[in-house]
């Protein structure tokens, strides 16, 4: 029950976070990998196929400012029978640092896979729901 309530304090101090300075974005999905909580927004709280574009920040774990982590490339995937579908995004740093703009082309709705790397060599995984 701990674990759990730590879990819900965790997601509304992201979202809440997430929503600050951002305008209208609103919080998709947040990960923690290393020492940075990674949170994926958008001006809906939702990801569609076809093209768009979200915004993926990265929040120091311990005070969660906004940090830059330089470079950062984003690659989806989406595991399907015979031949899984790969999705290369274009990643640009924002007018914040530490907040990148992400625009892709999802062919087709279900959970992709991102595959981030940042900071030069560091990379983490995360589910991604399109609609």
């Not at 400012?65 to 330089?70: E, F, K, M, R």
């Not at 984003?74 to 995004?89: I, L, S, Y």
């Amino acid at each position: 029950m701990k674990t759990f309530l730590k879990y819900i304090a965790f997601t509304l101090l992201i979202a809440s976070f997430g929503a600050c300075g951002n305008g209208n974005l609103k919080t998709v999905a947040t990960q923690t990998s290393d020492n940075y909580n990674i949170v994926i927004l958008s001006a809906n709280g939702s990801v569609t196929h076809g093209s768009g574009k979200f915004y993926l920040e990265f929040h120091n774990a311990k005070d969660n400012q906004l940090v830059d982590v330089g470079k950062v490339e984003v690659n989806a995937t989406m595991q399907m029978p015979g031949m899984p579908m790969v999705n290369d995004a274009d990643v640009r740093p924002a007018e914040t640092p530490g907040r990148y703009s992400v625009q892709y082309n999802f062919s087709m709705g279900g959970t992709w896979t991102l595959n981030i790397k940042y900071d030069t060599d560091k990379t983490f995984s995360m589910s991604l729901m399109v609609n």
